[in-house]
């Protein structure tokens, strides 16, 4: 089964989140933990978290995919932004457990000048802190575009954060648009960067993905997101990504710029591209 979503503002809480979903034909969907832009988090509420657990098993919905804030950099060179946001992730963990079977996906961060292998260091600290053993909720760490000192632009930096962590409950969501424009070739060899990824990091570990047709032509390392079929990338190798063995069951999250009946056209869209349709 295809399980396509989007984000979603939660600023009215899950229930409303999962009934939106089902207004535009999504089975899983993305959201912001707290305030993208800064660290401010919506006020828990249990009725709400009941309702929505509830809508969630009836509708048939795959894992959803609870997203980080930006600016919370795990890998920053001030001591104390570092120690804040270890603190901010671990509040989102703690927070995404009364949502079991889902995931977390966040930016590794930029290492400001420090080195990769420092800030890989610093995120694996950050993250062996948070990840309690047996957690219910499965961290993922996203593919960047390698812009500035940007970590997780290559596999084999994401690879060196897992290996740096120790833990194999630690997944991966690759993005269409970060892959393309950090150099992997998406539109012209599908399998062989599937490949690549299988041999550094594991396909085991592939949990989600975001997709995002890109502005700018492979090896940009620009990041900027195109509606699905506007960009480089085209429509076929969606196409392709949704048909693929090894990426069909995944929730496919759309980040595109776009509002809700632009997403509710994509997810048409890209469930017109299933062959088993």
């Known amino acids: 089964m295809l399980y396509l979503g989007c984000h979603l503002s939660a600023s009215?809480?899950?229930?409303?989140?999962?009934?939106t979903a089902r207004s535009i034909d999504?089975?899983?969907?993305?959201?912001?933990?707290?305030?993208?832009?800064?660290?401010?988090?919506?006020?828990?509420?249990?009725?709400?978290?009941?309702?929505?657990?509830?809508?969630?098993?009836?509708?048939?919905?795959?894992?959803?995919?609870?997203?980080?804030?930006?600016?919370?950099?795990l890998s920053t060179a001030r001591a104390?932004?570092?120690t804040f946001a270890a603190s901010?992730?671990?509040?989102?963990?703690?927070?995404?457990?009364?949502?079991p079977g889902n995931f977390y996906n966040f930016?590794?961060?930029?290492?400001?000048?420090?080195?990769?292998?420092?800030?890989?260091?610093?995120?694996?600290?950050?993250?062996?802190?948070?990840?309690?053993?047996?957690?219910?909720?499965?961290?993922l760490l996203e593919t960047m575009a390698g812009k500035g000192s940007e970590l997780g632009?290559?596999?084999?930096?994401?690879?060196?954060?897992?290996?740096?962590?120790?833990?194999?409950?630690?997944?991966?969501?690759?993005?269409?648009?970060?892959?393309?424009?950090?150099?992997?070739?998406?539109?012209?060899?599908?399998?062989?960067?599937?490949?690549?990824?299988?041999?550094?990091?594991?396909?085991?570990?592939?949990?989600?993905?975001h997709l995002n047709d890109s502005k700018n032509p492979r090896g940009s390392r620009k990041d900027r997101h195109a509606p699905i079929g506007g960009g480089c990338l085209g429509v076929e190798t969606f196409r392709a990504i949704v048909n693929h063995p090894a990426l069909r069951d995944k929730p496919m999250i759309l980040e595109t710029p776009n509002e809700l009946p632009g997403y509710r056209a994509e997810i048409a869209l890209l469930r017109s591209l299933d062959a088993k349709s």
């Open 153 to 209: 632009g290559s596999f084999q930096e994401l690879r060196a954060i897992l290996d740096a962590v120790g833990r194999e409950d630690l997944g991966v969501c690759l993005d269409t648009c970060h892959v393309w424009d950090a150099g992997y070739d998406l539109a012209g060899d599908l399998d062989g960067v599937l490949r690549e990824f299988d041999a550094v990091i594991g396909l085991s570990r592939l949990k989600a993905l």
């Open 26 to 73: 999504a089975n899983t969907f993305a959201y912001f933990t707290r305030n993208p832009r800064g660290s401010r988090a919506r006020q828990e509420d249990p009725e709400d978290l009941d309702a929505a657990r509830a809508s969630l098993r009836e509708g048939s919905f795959g894992p959803l995919v609870a997203h980080g804030s930006y600016t919370m950099n």
């Open 107 to 139: 930016h590794p961060g930029s290492h400001v000048g420090q080195g990769v292998e420092t800030g890989v260091a610093q995120v694996a600290e950050a993250l062996r802190a948070a990840m309690a053993p047996g957690y219910p909720v499965t961290v």
């Open 80 to 82: 104390e932004d570092r």
């Open 12 to 19: 009215r809480g899950f229930s409303a989140m999962v009934r």
């Open 88 to 99: 901010v992730l671990a509040d989102d963990l703690r927070r995404l457990a009364a949502l």
